[in-house]
């Protein structure tokens, strides 16, 4: 049983790891990525509730869109601003790129182009102004439940996608296919905030299981499968869709 609990604490630190600038004890090995998917959800419970301290510490004197804007910030920080990163890429490779060749190496360019750009703009508009319009008593549970479900539904993308990506061209390769107990125990962190919300969580995971499901179908037609960045688009995507459930 101990080494069991290990193995899982490891796959833990290793999602942790990759998926966000947080620290992990040093010296601790990390198993593949692919061995680590059924927790990028807690990954996201746990940048939820940094976004929620800090709306928490900010409000007590600072302006409700203030506070809105630091925790936002807290959140980018915490991460590296990856999934905003793959947001921006996928915009400019599915707005730029007119065969699948010329989108994924769109894609992995590292500049950031018009698509991208613009993209990037809106969101961050949206997500503020959604957050800002809220009652405060809903931002911090908001943010837990968006940062937490938004990523169950980016990975459930492995399990109908192939990676679009050469393994010989990506640094990471495709993640294996989040099946059994790995999106059971995925699901299951993914979705346990969802209720805080009440009713709203209802429509959020509505909003949010089409929208994963449109693109997929999408990205299989335009790039042939998932990429990291077009996983984290999708993230972006259903973190943005939860505080607009909220906000109506």
């Known amino acids: 049983m101990a080494i069991e609990q290990s193995a899982e604490l490891r796959r833990f630190w290793t999602a942790l790891a990759f998926y966000s600038r947080l620290p992990v004890p040093e010296g601790t090995p990390l198993p593949e990525l692919s061995a680590a998917s059924r927790y990028f959800p807690a990954v996201g419970l746990l940048v939820g509730g940094i976004g929620a301290a800090v709306y928490g510490l900010a409000g007590w004197g600072l302006p409700h869109l203030v506070a809105v804007i630091l925790s936002v910030g807290a959140m980018v920080l915490a991460t590296g601003a990856l999934h905003e990163d793959g947001f921006a890429d996928t915009c400019d490779g599915l707005g730029g790129g007119w065969t699948r060749e010329d989108a994924l190496r769109i894609m992995k ?4 182009g018009t698509y991208g750009a613009v993209g990037l703009v809106l969101l961050l508009a949206i997500k503020l102004g959604a957050l800002a319009s809220m009652e405060s008593s809903m931002v911090a ?17 492995t399990r109908s996608l192939p990676y679009a990506q050469s393994q010989a ?25 969802l209720p805080l919300l009440g009713a709203v969580g209802v429509l959020a995971t509505l909003l949010c299981g089409s929208a994963a ?16 960045d077009s996983l984290g688009a999708v993230q972006q995507g259903c973190e943005t869709l939860v505080y607009l459930a909220v906000c109506v």
């Open 109 to 112: 360019d590292s500049r950031l």
């Open 169 to 193: 061209s990506s640094k990471s390769g495709g993640l294996q296919p989040l099946q059994g107990t790995d999106f059971q125990i995925a699901a299951l962190i993914g979705l346990a905030p």
């Open 141 to 157: 549970w908001t943010l837990i439940a968006a940062q937490t479900s938004s990523r169950f539904f980016a990975i459930t993308l």
């Open 213 to 228: 499901l449109v693109c997929g179908r999408y990205y299989q037609k335009r790039l042939g499968g998932y990429t990291g």
